[in-house]
Structure formats: structure tokens, C-alpha cells
């Protein structure tokens, strides 16, 4: 009997048919969104599940699904995950990393450019009609060519993001992260270690690539945006949570920092109302990752794990 998996989102049609070549499937291709009791229900007898990052997979699930035997998570970040509880009890987990850093680490960039020249800010104001003369100040914002990028969390995409900024846009890299990169990688990055209170203090760019833990939860709050340059600008392509949102919206009216960049947020969809009503900040519905062809080899690597495990007992990026 072939494997039974569930496909808990919508997928590219593609990657739904190769899934069925391989196992009977039950799929979500009107995207619906199912409360944890529903994807309990939906689990039963299923062997494997595809999921995004809005399925959260923890022991209450496990223990209500004894047939499941892998989660591939179609998102390098796996914090909708319990990693520990999946290892105890037995069930395999994947992400997708390395296929989306490259994509990921322009937008990071893309958010950054945005942010410094306050790109949505002046589009609001002439899609408003009020651009009715040019002025010497006018949306005048900092510069990010030979300022320093700051890099908190520097896997993958905080390295791609480096290279970037030190070979493309000549800034000084500066990066913390629970342990240093080698040398010939530190070199190739063009970055230096810092403190995190250094990171905060000589930041001129401040980005988020750090995986979301309960280490991490508000790991930039008032207290660190107070440590800030006050022309600085913070840009968050990690997970929401790691910004304590409502300080942010606070220290952003006060300008207690210049901007901010968010593609991810606390609760999201849901936004923190306040974002809402100040000008200084560019905000963008997490889609760091989101080219087609991006998504597709996220896609395919999500698919390629659960046809791995699940027929020849070997996943291609495990986490466990
Ligand atoms: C997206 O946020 C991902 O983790 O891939």
C-alpha cells in the first residue's frame, strides 16, 4: 500500500502531481486554513505531512497521530515546530534550507533599500497626489553605500546579506551570532564579530536573520532600540517575535531610531495597529523568499524529503 500524506496548503500543481506519482495524497488546494483541531483530523492515518510555516506540530499532535512519520516544512525556518518533542517521538523533520538564502538575502537588501530612501513612504505621498514641486529635503533619507550594516544571527542568509553589502555597497559588516565564523568565511563575508551592544551602538543598518527561540523572543525591545543610533534603521526578515512590535511602533513615533523594514511579524497575519499609523516604516507580508522559481525548489526540496523518507528511508535535509 502506498504512503498517505496530507499536503496541508496549497501547493504548485507541479509538486502536487509529483506527490501523487508517489503516494495517495489529500491535499488543500483552496487553501484553507485549518484550526489544530482540524489538521488533527485531517492527519489521521497519514504518513507524512507537507506544512508551512502556519502548522504548528507539537506533542498534542503527535500523541493524536501515531501513523505520522515525517513533517517537511516547506520554509528554512522550523520554528512552528517542536523539534524535541518530534525526536521523542520518532517522527522526522525537514526544512528547506540553501535554496532560498541567495533569493532571500536580495530581498533582505531590497527591505533595506526601501527602508534607508523611504521608498513606500514617498510612493504613498504621490500616489495621495501631494507631489506638486520638487525641495532640497524632500523624503530625504540616509545612505546605505559605505555606511555599517549590522548582521544579528549570521547562518546563511546573514552571510549572503554580508557579501553583499561589504563587495556590492562598500559598508564596514559588522555581525553578532552565538559563535564566530571562521576566518576564510569571515573574510569572504568581508565582517567583523561584534557584542550585541556594540551591534547596536555602530549600526547605521541593523537586519534580523536570526531563527526564532524563545532565546530570541524580543531580543530587539525598547532596551536595545534606546541603544541605537537615532538615523539608524532596523530591518526584520527573520521571524515576528524576535521585535517587540509595540516598542518598535513606540520608538518609530519617537524617533528613537530614523526607520524600520518589517517583512515578518508578531502574530501575523496580524499586525500590531500601531505599525499602521507610523509613516517611517516599510512593511511587507513575508515574502523574503517569494520568487517563483525560489518557491518552486522549496517546494521540490519539501517534496523530495517526504518521497525520501517515506520510500527509501532517507531524507534529503533532515533536522532530526
Ligand atoms: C520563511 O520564512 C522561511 O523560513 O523559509
Redesign the pocket.
Same mark, same amino acid.
Given at each position: 500500500m502506498r504512503p498517505h500524506v496530507l499536503i496541508a496548503r496549497a501547493v504548485f500543481p507541479q509538486i502536487l502531481t509529483l506527490l501523487e506519482q508517489h503516494f495517495e495524497v489529500t491535499s488543500n488546494q483552496d487553501d484553507e486554513l485549518w484550526t489544530p483541531a482540524q489538521l488533527i483530523e485531517k492527519l489521521q492515518g497519514k504518513q507524512g505531512v507537507f506544512t508551512t @510555516?502556519s502548522q504548528r506540530i507539537d506533542a498534542t499532535v503527535l500523541g493524536s497521530c501515531p501513523d505520522l512519520k515525517i513533517c517537511a %516544512?516547506?520554509?528554512? @525556518?522550523?520554528n512552528n515546530f517542536d523539534l524535541e518533542a518530534m525526536t521523542t517521538a520518532g517522527v522526522k523533520a525537514t %526544512? &528547506?534550507p540553501d535554496v532560498?538564502t541567495e533569493t &532571500?538575502a536580495d530581498f533582505g537588501f531590497a527591505l533595506i533599500m526601501a527602508t534607508a530612501r523611504r521608498m513606500a513612504e514617498s510612493e504613498r505621498f504621490l500616489r495621495a497626489g501631494l507631489w506638486n514641486r520638487w525641495r532640497y529635503d524632500m523624503f530625504a533619507g540616509s545612505d546605505v553605500h559605505g555606511s555599517t550594516l549590522g548582521i544579528l544571527g549570521m547562518g546563511r542568509i546573514g552571510q549572503a546579506i554580508a557579501r553583499r553589502g561589504a563587495h556590492g555597497f562598500g559598508m564596514k559588516v559588522i555581525y553578532h551570532n552565538r559563535s564566530r565564523l571562521d576566518a576564510p568565511t569571515e573574510a569572504a563575508c568581508g565582517a567583523t564579530l561584534v557584542s550585541k551592544q556594540e551591534l547596536l551602538q555602530q549600526s547605521d543598518h541593523l537586519i534580523l536573520v536570526l531563527p526564532y527561540t524563545p532565546e530570541s523572543h524580543h531580543a530587539i525591545g525598547a532596551a536595545e532600540l534606546a541603544q541605537m543610533k537615532p538615523t539608524a534603521t532596523l530591518i526584520n526578515?527573520?521571524?515576528g517575535g524576535i521585535v517587540d512590535d509595540a516598542a518598535l511602533a513606540l520608538a518609530l513615533k519617537n524617533g528613537v531610531i530614523a526607520a524600520a523594514g518589517l517583512?515578518?511579524f508578531e502574530g501575523e497575519p496580524a499586525l500590531h495597529p500601531d505599525l499602521l499609523t507610523v509613516p517611517n516604516v516599510v512593511l511587507t507580508p513575508?515574502i523574503?523568499?517569494a520568487t517563483l522559481p525560489t518557491r518552486l525548489a522549496?517546494a521540490q526540496l519539501a517534496a523530495d524529503n517526504l518521497i525520501g523518507f517515506l520510500l527509501h528511508g532517507k531524507a534529503v535535509t533532515a533536522l532530526n
Open positions: @510555516g %516544512n516547506m520554509a528554512v @525556518g522550523y %526544512n &528547506t532560498l &532571500t526578515i527573520a521571524r517583512d515578518v513575508h523574503a523568499s522549496m
